[in-house]
């Protein structure tokens, strides 16, 4: 919901970094690194809820590096759809792993505990599904924009596939899952919030998708 409106603030913390980064670290290198940071987020809460200070140091530097990936490929002109591929699906395997391995976390986790991060996980499978079928009629309808009025309803987009604004974007997502970091005991409600919210925002595409091929 926020993200364009953020946008001129992370590119402002996170451009000015780019002409420190050697050049011999590229930004795949980069976003690969951020992956194996989520990953190793998600196995240090797993094991334990007793200490989450690793969980959340690596979280904030898969946060971080994810952030600085794209904006050190802009700032060396190299950015790519490769680059953005793998970026998302980096993005779209932590965020799947990160609530199951919370609630893997749990000595003993309860099955109501497990059918809320199940709903959540089922809501993101959705979503998905969603957010690219929106991306490829946005983009078929961009091609047919520029044959007329090009500068008609466009949006800024902030990543290499064209995503219809909704509630539930990257800022708030990235909110919730560091609630569930730093809150692991309340990934049950965390998580029935997070997959309201997110069908909220299937809701709000869908109806686009409607009306746009209505």
Same mark, same amino acid.
């Given at each position: 919901?926020?993200?364009?409106?953020?946008?001129?603030?992370?590119d402002g913390l996170?451009?000015?970094c780019c002409k420190y980064i050697p050049a011999f670290v590229t930004p795949s290198q980069v976003t690969g690194l951020a992956f194996?940071?989520?990953l190793l987020s998600c196995y240090s809460i797993s094991v334990t809820h007793d200490n989450n200070k690793p969980a959340l140091v690596f979280w904030t530097l898969n946060?971080?590096?994810?952030?600085?990936?794209?904006?050190?490929?802009?700032?060396?002109?190299?950015a790519s759809d490769l680059g953005g591929f793998l970026d998302l /699906?980096?993005?779209?395997?932590?965020?799947?792993? &990160?609530?199951?391995?919370?609630?893997? $976390?749990?000595?003993?986790? +309860?099955s109501h505990v497990w059918i809320a991060v199940a709903i959540l996980e089922a809501t993101f499978h959705v979503n998905n599904f969603i957010l690219f079928y929106v991306a490829a009629i946005a983009e078929k309808l961009s091609k047919v924009e520029e044959k007329g009025d090009a500068s008609k309803?466009?949006?800024?987009? /902030?990543?290499?596939?064209?995503?219809?604004?909704? &509630?539930?974007?990257?800022?708030?997502? $990235?909110?919730l899952?560091? +609630?569930?970091?730093?809150?692991?005991?309340?990934?049950?409600?965390?998580?029935w919030t997070m997959a309201g919210l997110v069908t909220v925002g299937i809701l709000q595409r869908t109806l686009w998708v409607?009306?746009?091929l209505g």
């Open positions: 919901m926020f993200d364009i409106t953020l946008r001129p603030l992370k996170f451009d000015p194996i940071c989520g946060r971080s590096l994810d952030c600085l990936d794209g904006a050190l490929a802009r700032h060396r002109g190299t /699906l980096g993005d779209f395997i932590i965020y799947s792993l &990160l609530p199951i391995a919370i609630a893997q $976390g749990f000595e003993a986790a +309860a309803g466009k949006t800024k987009e /902030l990543t290499s596939v064209m995503m219809r604004p909704a &509630l539930m974007e990257g800022m708030e997502s $990235g909110l899952f560091t +609630a569930m970091l730093v809150y692991p005991s309340k990934v049950q409600a965390l998580s409607v009306k746009a």
